[in-house]
C-alpha cells in the first residue's frame, strides 16, 4: 500500500495524529499554557477518578494534549519513526484502533496508580477545608500526553520489527529494537517504582500502554502470522 503527500509518504492516521497533537497543543498554548493549571487542562487532562474535574471522556481526550514543545516534539518524533511503519503493515483502520486502545489503557493504568498514590488521604474522614484542599491538590496532579498510546506502537514495534537497528543516544553502538524496547520499558518500571524527588513522568503510564501494545499485537498475531525482520 503506497501513499503519497509531502511528508515523505507519512501515513494517514500518523499524519493526521500530528496535526491533531499538535493543534491541540498551540490551543493550550493559547489558552493560558502547556502546564498550567487552568480551564483547559480541568476540561480535557486526566484527572483523579475522585477529582471534582474528572470527566470518562479524559481517558482520551489526555493522549493529544501536551505539557510542552519538547514533549510533544519527542512523542510526534516517535510517532512518525516508528508508526508509520506499523500504519503500512497494518492499514489506517487497524492502526488507529491499536493506538487508541493503547492510550486508554495507559489512562486507565494511569488512575490505579493515582489510587495507590493517595490511597493513605482516600481512607481518611476529611473536613471540609481539608477536602477543599484535597481537591485543590488533585486539580493540580493531571496526566497529558500521548506516550502512552506511543509506548503502545514502540512495543508493537519491538515485536513486528526485532531485529531492525536502532541508535539511541547517548549509546554508541545500535541496538536492535527487541532490546530497546525492554530497556525502554524496565526504565519506567524503575521510575514508577523508585519515584524520584521531581520526576513528573507517568511512568505506570507508559507501563500500561506499552502492555497493551504487546498483548494486541500478540493476540492479533495468532490469527495472521506476520514475519518481517
Not at 493526521?16 to 502547556?34: E, M, T, W
Not at 519538547?70 to 493506538?99: C, D, S, V
Not at 520526576?199 to 506499552?210: K, L, M, R
Request: glycine share 8%; proline share 3%; charged share 10%.
Amino acid at each position: 500500500m503506497a501513499y503519497g503527500n509531502s511528508f515523505q509518504r507519512t501515513t494517514p492516521i500518523v499524519l493526521n495524529l500530528i496535526i491533531i497533537n499538535a493543534l491541540v497543543y498551540f490551543a493550550q498554548v493559547a489558552f493560558g499554557g502547556g502546564s498550567n493549571v487552568n480551564t483547559i487542562s480541568d476540561l480535557f487532562a486526566l484527572h483523579h477518578y475522585k477529582s471534582d474535574v474528572f470527566k470518562p471522556h479524559q481517558l482520551i481526550t489526555h493522549m493529544f494534549m501536551h505539557g510542552g514543545f519538547f514533549h510533544l516534539l519527542f512523542n510526534m518524533l516517535a510517532l512518525w519513526m516508528f508508526g508509520t511503519l506499523i500504519e503500512r503493515a497494518w492499514g489506517p483502520k487497524r492502526f488507529l484502533i491499536f493506538y487508541l486502545i493503547c492510550g486508554v489503557v495507559a489512562a486507565v493504568t494511569q488512575l490505579a496508580s493515582y489510587a495507590y498514590d493517595y490511597r493513605h488521604i482516600d481512607g481518611m474522614n476529611l473536613n471540609l477545608d481539608q477536602v477543599i484542599e484535597y481537591q485543590n491538590i488533585l486539580r493540580a496532579s493531571y496526566t497529558v500526553g500521548a506516550s502512552g498510546a506511543i509506548m503502545g506502537v514502540l512495543a508493537a514495534f519491538g515485536y513486528l520489527f526485532p531485529n531492525t537497528e536502532l541508535f539511541i543516544m547517548p549509546i554508541p553502538f545500535p541496538v536492535k529494537a527487541k532490546w530497546a524496547v525492554l530497556g525502554i520499558i524496565a526504565l519506567d518500571v524503575f521510575g514508577g517504582i523508585s519515584k524520584t524527588t521531581n520526576d513528573n513522568i507517568a511512568h505506570f503510564a507508559h507501563v500500561g500502554g506499552a502492555l497493551a501494545g504487546f498483548l494486541i499485537v500478540l493476540y492479533w498475531n495468532k490469527t495472521k502470522k506476520q514475519t518481517f525482520y
